[in-house]
C-alpha cells in the first residue's frame, strides 16, 4: 500500500515524534489521571470523561465511511473494497467499546478537564488520519485476503482487543462501589505483566499496523506503546512498593521481557 496525501505523512510523522517526545516525559512523571490525578483544578466525572475523549475516534471514521464516496477508476483501487471497509471496521470497533461501553462501566477517579480536552483532539486527529488513509489513499491487490501478513494482524487485533477487555473486567472487580483500597490483580494476562490491559490495547494496534502496512498505523501503534507503556511500567513499580507479597515473576508490560 501507499499514499501520496501529504497531509497524511505530515500527521503520521507528528504522533511519531509525539510519541516519541511524551515517552520521555513520561519517564518523570505520569500522565495525571486514575491513580495520578493530581488534586484541584477541573476535573469531568470518569465516565463523561472518558466518553468524550474516546468517541470522537469513533465518529469521525464512522462518518467517512457512510459518506457517498466518488467512483475511484485509478487501477488497483476499484473503489470501497472489502479490505478497506473490514481494516476501518477494525478500529471503529475498538472505539466503539472504548467510548459506548468501556466508558460507562468506568469506576474511576474524575479525569481532569484539561487530559480529556488534550485526548479528544488527538482521538479526533487520529480517528480522520485512519479513516481518511483507509478509505482515499490506501491500496489492496484483489488477493489481499490470503496475504498471512494481513492474517496474522488481524488475529493479533483480534487477540489483543480480548485480552485488553479481560483485563478492564479484572480491574474493575477489584473494587466495589465506593471502594478506594488497592488490591493485586489477578488473572488472565496478569499472570504475566502488570499492566496487562496496556500490553492488550498495544498488541491490538500492532495487530492492526501489520495488517493495514501503512505509516498512519504503524505511527498510531507507536504513538500507543509510547503513551500506555511507561504508565504500565509505573505501575508495576507502585505495585513493589505497595505489595510486599507481590507476584516476583511478574513484569510490567511484556512477559518474560520487561
Not at 516519541?20 to 489521571?33: E, T
Not at 471503529?92 to 468506568?106: K, P
Not at 494476562?189 to 501489520?210: D, T
Amino acid at each position: 500500500m501507499e499514499c501520496h496525501d501529504v497531509a497524511v505523512s505530515y500527521l503520521s510523522w507528528v504522533l511519531i515524534v509525539g510519541g516519541v517526545a511524551y515517552l520521555l516525559r513520561q519517564r518523570r512523571k505520569c500522565a495525571p489521571y486514575g491513580r495520578y490525578s493530581l488534586a484541584g483544578g477541573f476535573c469531568c466525572p470518569a465516565r463523561l470523561g472518558w466518553f468524550l475523549q474516546e468517541v470522537p475516534a469513533f465518529l469521525l471514521p464512522l462518518l467517512l465511511l457512510l459518506l457517498p464516496e466518488e467512483e475511484l477508476t485509478e487501477p488497483g483501487r476499484g473503489g470501497r473494497s472489502t479490505g478497506r471497509t473490514l481494516l476501518l471496521c477494525t478500529f471503529v470497533l475498538h472505539y466503539f467499546h472504548r467510548s459506548l461501553i468501556y466508558s460507562f462501566l468506568s469506576r474511576g477517579r474524575p479525569v481532569p478537564l484539561s487530559f480529556v480536552l488534550y485526548a479528544a483532539v488527538f482521538c479526533s486527529l487520529n480517528g480522520f488520519l485512519q479513516g481518511h488513509h483507509l478509505l482515499h489513499c490506501a491500496r489492496f491487490e484483489h488477493t489481499w485476503l490470503t496475504h498471512a501478513r494481513i492474517a496474522a494482524g488481524l488475529v493479533l487485533f483480534g487477540v489483543g482487543m480480548v485480552i485488553n477487555i479481560h483485563s478492564d473486567h479484572i480491574l474493575r472487580s477489584l473494587r466495589r462501589p465506593g471502594e478506594t483500597a488497592y488490591r493485586t490483580p489477578h488473572g488472565g494476562m496478569f499472570h504475566f505483566v502488570s499492566g496487562a490491559n496496556y500490553f492488550g490495547e498495544i498488541v491490538e494496534w500492532f495487530g492492526f499496523a501489520l495488517a493495514a502496512w501503512s505509516l498512519p498505523s504503524f505511527a498510531f501503534a507507536l504513538f500507543t506503546a509510547c503513551s500506555i507503556g511507561p504508565r504500565a511500567c509505573h505501575y508495576h513499580r507502585d505495585y513493589l512498593q505497595r505489595f510486599e507479597d507481590y507476584p516476583p515473576s511478574r513484569k510490567a508490560l511484556i512477559p518474560f521481557i520487561l
